[in-house]
Nanobody, 119 residues
Framework: VQLVESGGGLVQAGGSLRLSCAAS????????MAWYRQAPGKQRELVAG???????NSAESVKGRFTISIDDAENTVYLQMNSLKPEDTAVYYC??????????????WGQGIQVTVSS
């Protein structure tokens, strides 16, 4: 299962970005999709996740600013990031867990996309 991320870039503090991640493959049944991030010198951390029922979870540091959503038909997850802060600067990674219908489970990662917030 391949995950393709888009939407990163450079933005000023207080600005917004929208990340997208599309999962490609045949007969996918996705249970959960999430965004993680890793800043230089820090561990990768969960930003926000969403399951097939639409239930979400997110880091305290982004609550009220970031919103995760999913398009089940397109196997695509979005992360709307508002009121960005310099401390949001990191490489953002998409993650998807599920299984191929009548096949094996998968837990896949995207290649990562840079988000830089200038002060």
């Amino acid at each position: 299962v391949q995950l393709v991320e888009s939407g990163g870039g450079l933005v000023q503090a207080g600005g917004s970005l929208r990340l997208s991640c599309a999962a490609s493959g045949s007969a996918l049944s996705i249970y959960y999709m999430a965004w993680y991030r890793q800043a230089p010198g820090k561990q990768r951390e969960l930003v926000a996740g969403i399951n097939v029922s639409g239930r979400t979870n997110s880091a305290e540091s982004v609550k009220g600013r970031f919103t995760i959503s999913i398009d089940d038909a397109e196997n695509t997850v979005y992360l709307q990031m508002n009121s960005l802060k310099p401390e949001d600067t990191a490489v953002y990674y998409c993650n998807a867990a599920g299984r191929v219908v009548a096949g094996p489970p998968f837990n896949s990662w995207g290649q990562g996309i840079q988000v830089t917030v200038s002060s």
